[in-house]
């Protein structure tokens, strides 16, 4: 089970209301399933949130943090990764990024089409 917050203003309080809300989800629900989360933020730079008393939880592998600005280039090859992406692109230059995105997605949708057709 994943939780997924994306965090993209400055939030002292956020990582308490993150496994505040956690923990009672958790406490509600009859599932058993192992659980992890994932924040999203656009820079290292809004994340300014108090850690200390979260400091475990952080640190355990359950909690992932990705900063969309410091995604290497093998991650940008992701359609997904890219279509987030966009929403820090700068203003300028979104709609040309957009628009090589759609031409990315054309081509692999169109790649793993040809690739999973089996000839009769």
């Known amino acids: 089970m994943y939780f997924v917050e994306v965090q993209f203003q400055p939030d002292k309080n956020f990582y308490s209301r993150l496994f505040t809300e956690i923990f009672l989800y958790l406490d509600k629900t009859e599932l058993t399933n192992n659980w992890f989360g994932v924040v999203v933020y656009p820079t290292r730079s809004i994340d300014v949130a108090e850690t200390e008393r979260y400091i475990e939880l952080l640190t355990s592998g359950r909690i992932r943090r990705i900063y969309l600005d410091e995604l290497d280039s093998s991650a940008q090859q992701s359609i997904g990764v890219s279509t987030v992406k ?13 628009r ?18 089996k000839p009769t």
């Open 86 to 98: 966009l929403v820090i692109e700068p203003e300028s230059g979104a709609a040309e990024k957009a």
């Open 100 to 117: 090589e995105l759609i031409n990315f997605a054309k081509q692999q949708i169109t790649d793993a089409i040809t690739q999973t057709v």
